[in-house]
């Protein structure tokens, strides 16, 4: 039976090693999650949302464990691993207090004596996740599904299979029945095996753009419904009325957090002539600053990245858009360490065509891009093959509010970065993908929206 082990970023020690399941005992692990849905489905929404708060709780209760295990096996700094845990709680408490209304039947007026929709669930829900947030990513998917009355497996990424299981045991505590909630620590070549399971009913994935078209391409051979979260390249317009400081605040921390790997992360900077200067200039100086360290130091403003393969990617991404003409201002050196650590890297006048204008860099690296006026800035952000998130940085609302309805990305901020709240939906355009996470968009991905008429 093979394993996978899984590795401290910033130290290249092996953790821990968990046995990967054979594809006989994946089908036994789906034919369980059949077996609870049957039931699971025919529960109330209030019986569901008790164990979803119990869920809450046990996160609330076990999050410097958990977050120190996020940590351990991708890297991210203490801090932001315990806010990804505390978001995981919000988005439990969330859907076990609104789903009743958002699942609500809905009238339709018509010649029938009574006609309306009705949102059932659909079956098991199988998650395809990445590792740059273990905990958040999988709850993100698995609350609204289980509280829609779906079951749900996971394939989790091979370098955090400790949160996998973790997540698991945490749905078992909470009183889910054993197999609600299932981690498959299986080889990703079972993967087509698994989407093509008779029970398995939909795939959500969030991950890579080849990746998505991968698992996209087998569920719809199968005719399976899937929800994509892709890659992102974030741009976001410096106006030429910012406050300098807090536009390279933002930038700063929107580049850095998450060690930089964030697929809605601020990526490419869009600056206005008049100030690219001396946005570059405070920029510079803030990056510099920024203390790059072990992430269990609570004055490390970032970490290593996750593995040393990716680290190695993104150093030959930068050397190649320097050889195309890009101006390496800091940065783009690998330490001499024993971890996968890569510095606060800014590539300047990047231009369409250059690998840092036109691929997603998903790590530490800025690209900074100088725009002429407004539209050139717009023209510039939406020269992409990604549409996730995007954001305009201005003093002037109304300009930035004019400016964001233009961008072509699923979310666009203003004076914020871009982040995900249950509260509303979450996904891209292009190749950053289809379909709606969070808020009512979100859990009626996975639901049977179904016609009810009586003569």
Same mark, same amino acid.
């Given at each position: 039976?093979?394993?996978?082990?899984?590795?401290?970023?910033?130290?290249?020690?092996?953790?821990?090693?968990?046995?990967?399941?054979?594809?006989?005992?994946?089908?036994?692990?789906?034919?369980?999650?059949?077996?609870?849905?049957?039931?699971?489905?025919?529960?109330?929404?209030?019986?569901?949302?008790?164990?979803?708060?119990?869920?809450?709780?046990?996160?609330?209760?076990?999050?410097?464990?958990?977050?120190?295990?996020?940590?351990?096996?991708?890297?991210?700094?203490?801090?932001?691993?315990?806010?990804?845990?505390?978001?995981?709680?919000?988005?439990?408490?969330?859907?076990?207090?609104?789903?009743?209304?958002?699942?609500?039947?809905?009238?339709?007026?018509?010649?029938?004596?009574?006609?309306?929709?009705?949102?059932?669930?659909?079956?098991?829900?199988?998650?395809?996740?990445?590792?740059?947030?273990?905990?958040?990513?999988?709850?993100?998917?698995?609350?609204?599904?289980?509280?829609?009355?779906?079951?749900?497996?996971?394939?989790?990424?091979?370098?955090?299979?400790?949160?996998?299981?973790?997540?698991?045991?945490?749905?078992?505590?909470?009183?889910?029945?054993?197999?609600?909630?299932?981690?498959?620590?299986?080889?990703?070549?079972?993967?087509?095996?698994?989407?093509?399971?008779?029970?398995?009913?939909?795939?959500?994935?969030?991950?890579?753009?080849?990746?998505?078209?991968?698992?996209?391409?087998?569920?719809?051979?199968?005719?399976?419904?899937?929800?994509?979260?892709?890659?992102?390249?974030?741009?976001?317009?410096?106006?030429?009325?910012?406050?300098?400081?807090? @536009?390279? %605040?933002? !930038?700063?921390?929107?580049? =850095?957090? &998450? *060690?930089? #790997?964030?697929?809605?992360?601020?990526?490419?900077?869009?600056?206005?002539?008049?100030?690219?200067?001396?946005?570059?200039?405070?920029?510079?100086?803030?990056?510099?600053?920024?203390?790059?360290?072990?992430?269990?130091?609570?004055?490390?403003?970032?970490?290593?990245?996750?593995?040393?393969?990716?680290?190695?990617?993104?150093?030959?991404?930068?050397?190649?858009?320097?050889?195309?003409?890009?101006?390496?201002?800091?940065?783009?050196?690998?330490?001499?360490?024993?971890?996968?650590?890569?510095?606060?890297?800014?590539?300047?006048?990047?231009?369409?065509?250059?690998?840092?204008?036109?691929?997603?860099?998903?790590?530490?690296?800025?690209?900074?891009?100088? @725009?002429? %006026?407004? !539209?050139?800035?717009?023209? =510039?952000? &939406? *020269?992409? #093959?990604?549409?996730?998130?995007?954001?305009?940085?201005?003093?002037?609302?109304?300009?930035?509010?004019?400016?964001?309805?233009?961008?072509?990305?699923?979310?666009?901020?203003?004076?914020?970065?871009?982040?995900?709240?249950?509260?509303?939906?979450?996904?891209?355009?292009?190749?950053?993908?289809?379909?709606?996470?969070?808020?009512?968009?979100?859990?009626?991905?996975?639901?049977?929206?179904?016609?009810?008429?009586?003569?």
């Amino acid at each position: 039976m093979s394993s996978t082990t899984t590795i401290n970023p910033a130290t290249g020690e092996n953790i821990a090693s968990y046995d990967r399941i054979s594809g006989q005992e994946a089908k036994d692990k789906i034919a369980t999650a059949q077996q609870v849905y049957a039931s699971w489905k025919m529960k109330s929404f209030s019986e569901r949302a008790k164990l979803m708060n119990s869920l809450a709780t046990i996160f609330e209760e076990n999050k410097e464990e958990y977050a120190q295990l996020a940590t351990r096996e991708m890297g991210k700094v203490i801090g932001q691993s315990r806010k990804e845990i505390e978001k995981c709680a919000l988005i439990c408490r969330y859907y076990a207090e609104h789903t009743q209304e958002l699942l609500a039947d809905k009238s339709v007026a018509t010649e029938a004596t009574k006609s309306y929709v009705t949102f059932q669930p659909l079956g098991i829900i199988l998650a395809v996740m990445p590792w740059n947030f273990p905990f958040y990513q999988v709850i993100r998917f698995a609350v609204p599904a289980l509280m829609a009355g779906n079951t749900a497996v996971l394939k989790h990424a091979s370098n955090v299979q400790g949160c996998a299981l973790a997540i698991q045991q945490a749905f078992e505590k909470a009183g889910f029945p054993v197999g609600a909630f299932n981690n498959l620590n299986i080889d990703s070549k079972l993967v087509k095996e698994v989407i093509e399971d008779k029970n398995i009913v939909a795939i959500t994935l969030t991950g890579s753009d080849p990746a998505g078209r991968s698992v996209a391409s087998i569920a719809g051979q199968n005719l399976k419904k899937t929800v994509m979260e892709l890659g992102g390249s974030d741009a976001y317009i410096v106006l030429d009325d910012v406050d300098l400081e807090k @536009a390279t %605040d933002l !930038a700063t921390f929107g580049r =850095l957090q &998450n *060690n930089g #790997q964030t697929c809605i992360a601020a990526k490419r900077f869009v600056v206005l002539d008049a100030i690219y200067d001396e946005f570059l200039a405070l920029f510079t100086k803030k990056m510099q600053a920024a203390k790059m360290g072990e992430p269990t130091d609570e004055s490390s403003y970032y970490g290593p990245m996750a593995r040393k393969d990716l680290r190695d990617e993104l150093h030959e991404q930068v050397l190649k858009t320097v050889s195309q003409g890009g101006r390496l201002v800091i940065g783009g050196t690998i330490p001499d360490s024993k971890g996968a650590y890569y510095p606060a890297t800014i590539l300047a006048d990047l231009k369409p065509g250059m690998e840092g204008f036109d691929n997603e860099l998903f790590g530490p690296v800025a690209s900074v891009i100088r @725009a002429k %006026d407004d !539209a050139d800035a717009i023209a =510039l952000a &939406n *020269n992409s #093959q990604f549409g996730l998130g995007s954001g305009v940085l201005t003093s002037n609302n109304e300009r930035g509010e004019k400016i964001a309805l233009q961008l072509e990305a699923g979310s666009s901020f203003v004076n914020k970065l871009v982040v995900s709240d249950p509260r509303l939906p979450f996904g891209g355009v292009k190749n950053s993908g289809y379909g709606r996470e969070l808020a009512s968009y979100g859990i009626q991905e996975f639901v049977n929206t179904k016609t009810i008429w009586i003569d």
